[in-house]
Every structure is written in structure tokens, then in C-alpha cells.
């Protein structure tokens, strides 16, 4: 399984291979507790050292690496991290959507509103990565309407591994992911931070579930056939 990274501008080499490594630590594909040689992945990606180390240094600021006594290894056990991931995004997201509610007007949401149909144009072109750039932003966005500068900068170093989570939950059907976006914006629009804070969590738990699916099947098609 191949997952694209999503930008509106060109990636440097180095977020490059730090987003190759990233699906591959994900997927299962680099397994926890693998290590990274900085020498061994310049040879494999055909570039000086250079771009590695600042690939790793990402990776390890996402806690998707781990220096141990300045050797740096994989560190992702799999379903107990994504629950992490998950739980933490929640918290965050939880808190971001409060604040906004609170401090956006009409206007604000209208702008959250275009996102939503820039999916569903996505979703009608079969264009994964608009529809993936897209739906990052319609989530962002809370933490933009908050006005809540740490918090947004508390979500900033966990982007890129959900644009991975994103690729994985959002692959088997984008229709039904716009329905789903435009029902959540439609209960926060309505006003209610705990109606809304409860539809994040619902909107959440499909996503993991989904991701997790995504999961087992990479390491299933990585299996040799025992048969």
C-alpha cells in the first residue's frame, strides 16, 4: 500500500524521506524497535546523510523514533500507539472545537463550510489528495478559530503523522467521508459544545477503526502465504 504526502507546496528532501519513513513505520511495513541507520537510509534514498538526519530528527519529534544512547530506532507498537494518537488528538480537538464555538462567527464557519465542499469535489474527481489536504484543513481549522496559540502548536508536531492516519481511514469510500464531515459541521454550527465534542468523538472512534483495518491489512499482504 502506497500513501501519498499531501502539500500545497514541494517538500524538501528531507520531509520527503521523513514521510516515506513515516508510512513505512506506520504500516508496519519498518517494524518497532528497527534500527535506523543514518548510513543505510542514505543509500536507499540516494542522498548525503544530510536530509537523512533531518528526517529522523522529525521523526523523533513526532515520537515516531527513539535515540537510544545516539542510536536511533523505530519506536511504534502498533494498535497501543495509534490509541494514543487517537486519545490525544481527541483531547486536543475536544478543547480546540469549545474554544471555537465560543469565538467564531457565521463567517468564520462559512470559510469551514468551503473545505467541506472542497472534499466533495475531491470526492466527485477521485482525487484522494485534494480530498486528504482538504479534510486536514477542515480539522485544523478548529485550532485556527480557537485563537489559542499553544494549543494549535500542540497539534502542529502530530500533523504529518495523521496525514498518514488520514491516507489509511479515508481510502475506502470519500462519498461517505463528506457526508460524514458535513454532519459534524452541521452540529457545530448549531452551537452546542457538548453535542459537538461528542460528535468528534463518534467521528474519531470510525476514523480508528478504519485505520486500524487499514493496518491489519498491510501487515496481512506483507505475510508470505502459509498456505
Known amino acids: 500500500m502506497v500513501f501519498a504526502a499531501h502539500s500545497s507546496r514541494p517538500l524538501a528532501m528531507g520531509e520527503q524521506i521523513s514521510h516515506n519513513l ?8 519498518i517494524t518497532d524497535g528497527t534500527h535506523l541507520s543514518e548510513d ?4 536507499r534514498f540516494d542522498v548525503s546523510r544530510g536530509p537523512v538526519r533531518d528526517a529522523l530528527r522529525q521523526l523523533e519529534s513526532e515520537g515516531l523514533v527513539d535515540n537510544r544512547r545516539k542510536r536511533l530506532y523505530v519506536s511504534f507498537r502498533g494498535e497501543r500507539d495509534i490509541e494514543e494518537l487517537y486519545s ?14 465560543e469565538r467564531t ?44 496559540r499553544r494549543l494549535a502548536e500542540a497539534w502542529r508536531p502530530y500533523q504529518r503523522t495523521f496525514e498518514v492516519l488520514l491516507d489509511m481511514s479515508n481510502t475506502a469510500d470519500m462519498d461517505a467521508a463528506v457526508i460524514d464531515h458535513q454532519g459534524f459541521l452541521d452540529v457545530v454550527r448549531a452551537g452546542d459544545p457538548d453535542a459537538a465534542v461528542e460528535r468528534l468523538h463518534d467521528h ?6 478504519r485505520v486500524r483495518d487499514a493496518i491489519q491489512w498491510s501487515a496481512d499482504a506483507a505475510e508470505p502465504s502459509q498456505k
Open 204 to 209: 474519531l472512534m470510525r476514523a480508528k477503526g
Open 88 to 101: 490525544l488528538r481527541e483531547s486536543l480537538e475536544s478543547m480546540a472545537l469549545r474554544l471555537a464555538i
Open 22 to 29: 513515516r508510512v513505512d513505520i506506520i504500516s508496519g511495513a
Open 105 to 148: 462567527s457565521a463567517e468564520g464557519w462559512d470559510e469551514v463550510q468551503q473545505l467541506v465542499d472542497a472534499m466533495a469535489a475531491a470526492a466527485k474527481s477521485n482525487s484522494p489528495e485534494a480530498f486528504d489536504l482538504a479534510d486536514m484543513e477542515f480539522h485544523t481549522s478548529f485550532y485556527r478559530l480557537s485563537e489559542h
Open 40 to 43: 543505510s537510509l542514505a543509500t
